[in-house]
């Protein structure tokens, strides 16, 4: 299978991974809503039996829970995937949730994830939010911290996740980073302009995370669907839940629909071979919370669009172009 080398490192990934974020379950500030951990198990074991060679968590998924699940669903594996997961979110005792970036507290979670994962080393340790107000102040040490968890063993690589250029400016001037995580899909495009540029010139890897929108491009997703959603699924406070930008999302994917169709793909497989369309993107990471979701992704990783297609997209974009956000963790 394709495999893509991550930015400076020697990992060489699929394109794309297994995103543990869902899985963490419920009860939490940015949960899913409920999850059926035996469900998320079988999950990351249809996703590695299919090929995909790496996995995406981090400690603050259903607050530890997350990382849990994927060692329990590594138990007794001959053929180990590749561990991602990332700091820098911590938790108080009611579960609320906060950015913290200081050495002690960067090295308190490196051995708690360790612990969790019941692994001697992470492959990819990231920085996972920059300081709250995208400010610069705490970069430097935090980043300096990271290199010495590099330098010591427990971790074999270092990024950040939902960093912008100037704060990748700033990390990279004391060490090279080896990947950002950033948000990218049809429609939460903002990194094109100059986060995408500045990884390329870097050699920083790209593993764009929510590629599907969260759900909202799998073909899945309907009106009802979105109604029914659980009280403690965080997408119930997303304006790309709510109209009027769910109309709109919702016609994108019936456009994914038929693109998909001349090919006997998915709407979801098209919405992430959109975003696989730029070399500058190693890979994407997608989520899933059963096995019969992962079967309905993995065909994407060997789908490509055509120029005409990604055009045909474009065009619609630009006819129904609104402002919008999401929710990112």
Same mark, same amino acid.
């Not at 060679?53 to 699940?69: F, K, M, P, R």
């Not at 995937?81 to 609320?96: E, H, N, S, Y």
């Not at 935090?142 to 990748?168: C, D, H, P, Y």
């Not at 994917?253 to 071979?273: C, W, Y």
């Given at each position: 299978?394709?495999?893509?080398?991550?930015?400076?490192?020697?990992?060489?990934?699929?394109?794309?991974?297994?995103?543990?974020?869902?899985?963490?379950?419920?009860?939490?500030?940015?949960?899913?809503?409920?999850?059926?951990?035996?469900?998320?198990?079988?999950?990351?074991?249809?996703?590695?039996?299919?090929?995909?060679?790496?996995?995406?968590?981090?400690?603050?998924?259903?607050?530890?829970?997350?990382?849990?699940?994927?060692?329990?669903?590594?138990?007794?594996?001959?053929?180990?995937?590749?561990?991602f997961t990332k700091c820098g979110l911590v938790w108080d005792a009611q579960g609320r949730v906060s950015n913290a970036l200081s050495p002690d507290s960067i090295r308190r979670e490196c051995e708690a994830s360790l612990r969790r994962l019941k692994v001697d080393a992470i492959d990819l340790y990231q920085l996972h939010w920059p300081p709250e107000g995208d400010s610069l102040k705490g970069i430097e040490e935090a980043w300096t911290t990271m290199t010495e968890l590099?330098?010591?063993?427990?971790?074999?690589?270092?990024?950040?996740?939902?960093?912008?250029?100037?704060?990748?400016?700033?990390?990279?001037?004391?060490?090279?980073?080896?990947?950002?995580?950033?948000?990218?899909?049809?429609?939460?495009?903002?990194?094109?302009?100059?986060?995408?540029?500045?990884?390329?010139?870097?050699?920083?890897?790209?593993?764009?995370?929510?590629?599907?929108?969260?759900?909202?491009?799998? @073909? /899945?997703?309907?009106? =009802?669907? *979105?109604?029914? $959603?659980?009280?403690?699924?965080?997408? !119930?406070? +997303?304006?790309?839940? &709510?109209?009027?930008?769910?109309?709109?999302?919702?016609?994108?994917?019936?456009?994914?629909?038929?693109?998909?169709?001349?090919?006997?793909?998915?709407?979801?497989?098209?919405?992430?071979?959109?975003?696989?369309?730029?070399?500058?993107?190693?890979?994407?990471?997608? @989520? /899933?919370?059963?096995? =019969?979701? *992962?079967?309905? $992704?993995?065909?994407?990783?060997?789908? !490509?669009? +055509?120029?005409?297609? &990604?055009?045909?997209?474009?065009?619609?974009?630009?006819?129904?172009?609104?402002?919008?956000?999401?929710?990112?963790?």
């Amino acid at each position: 299978m394709q495999q893509r080398q991550l930015g400076n490192s020697n990992l060489h990934i699929t394109p794309i991974g297994f995103g543990a974020w869902a899985i963490g379950g419920g009860g939490w500030a940015f949960a899913w809503g409920p999850q059926d951990d035996q469900q998320s198990i079988r999950a990351i074991r249809r996703a590695l039996d299919l090929g995909i060679n790496w996995i995406d968590t981090a400690a603050v998924y259903g607050l530890g829970h997350s990382e849990e699940i994927v060692a329990r669903a590594l138990e007794g594996r001959a053929n180990r995937p590749l561990i991602f997961t990332k700091c820098g979110l911590v938790w108080d005792a009611q579960g609320r949730v906060s950015n913290a970036l200081s050495p002690d507290s960067i090295r308190r979670e490196c051995e708690a994830s360790l612990r969790r994962l019941k692994v001697d080393a992470i492959d990819l340790y990231q920085l996972h939010w920059p300081p709250e107000g995208d400010s610069l102040k705490g970069i430097e040490e935090a980043w300096t911290t990271m290199t010495e968890l590099q330098r010591q063993g427990k971790v074999r690589w270092i990024g950040v996740s939902n960093f912008n250029a100037e704060q990748m400016e700033l990390a990279h001037r004391i060490a090279p980073i080896t990947s950002l995580q950033p948000p990218y899909s049809l429609i939460h495009r903002g990194i094109e302009a100059d986060i995408l540029p500045f990884c390329e010139r870097q050699n920083i890897g790209v593993i764009a995370y929510s590629p599907m929108a969260s759900g909202l491009l799998t @073909g /899945a997703m309907t009106r =009802e669907r *979105v109604a029914r $959603f659980p009280q403690d699924d965080w997408r !119930r406070r +997303s304006p790309d839940f &709510q109209e009027p930008l769910l109309s709109r999302n919702l016609a994108l994917v019936e456009r994914l629909r038929q693109i998909g169709a001349r090919h006997g793909r998915s709407p979801a497989e098209a919405a992430i071979a959109w975003v696989l369309r730029l070399p500058v993107v190693t890979a994407a990471i997608v @989520g /899933a919370r059963s096995a =019969e979701q *992962v079967e309905g $992704f993995t065909g994407a990783m060997d789908f !490509r669009l +055509s120029r005409s297609e &990604q055009q045909e997209l474009e065009d619609f974009l630009r006819q129904q172009s609104s402002p919008g956000g999401e929710a990112h963790i």
